[in-house]
């Protein structure tokens, strides 16, 4: 069982940046392959980025591809998005998730583990 907890959101002006954490808890941590995806309202929660759990791959979503990074220190139980250059239709609930798969995935159903999400909102 793997129990995960975001924070780091906020509201922010366009142009700005944020730094999510993703706190998670379980000693398997290492072996999970771990994602950021968002939920804008009235839409379907989307992928953001994603990445293995031996830190060598990693994958984003077309639309923050060079904005955002994804990372991850499993000394430290946590995976985190550093989103540079926001705008404001990145503003969403941003939630984490862990995949026993320990690869990379796109789709939320590869994922088995989810946080409750943080909001971020960015201005214009």
């Known amino acids: 069982q793997v129990q995960l907890v975001e924070s780091g959101g906020g509201l922010v002006q366009a142009g700005g940046s944020l730094r999510l954490s993703c706190a998670a808890s379980g000693r398997r941590f290492s072996n999970y392959a771990m994602g950021w995806f968002r939920q804008a309202p009235g839409k379907e929660r989307e992928f953001v980025a994603t990445i293995n759990w031996r830190r060598s791959s990693t994958y984003y979503a077309d639309s923050v591809k060079g904005r955002f990074t994804i990372s991850r220190d499993n000394a430290k139980n946590t995976v985190y998005l550093q989103m540079d250059s926001l705008k404001p239709e990145d503003t969403a609930v941003y939630y984490c998730?862990?995949?026993?798969?320990?690869?990379?995935?796109?789709?939320?159903?590869?994922?088995?583990?989810w946080g409750q999400g943080t909001q971020v909102t960015v201005s214009s």
């Open positions: 998730a862990a995949a026993r798969t320990g690869d990379i995935g796109v789709r939320t159903a590869a994922y088995n583990y």
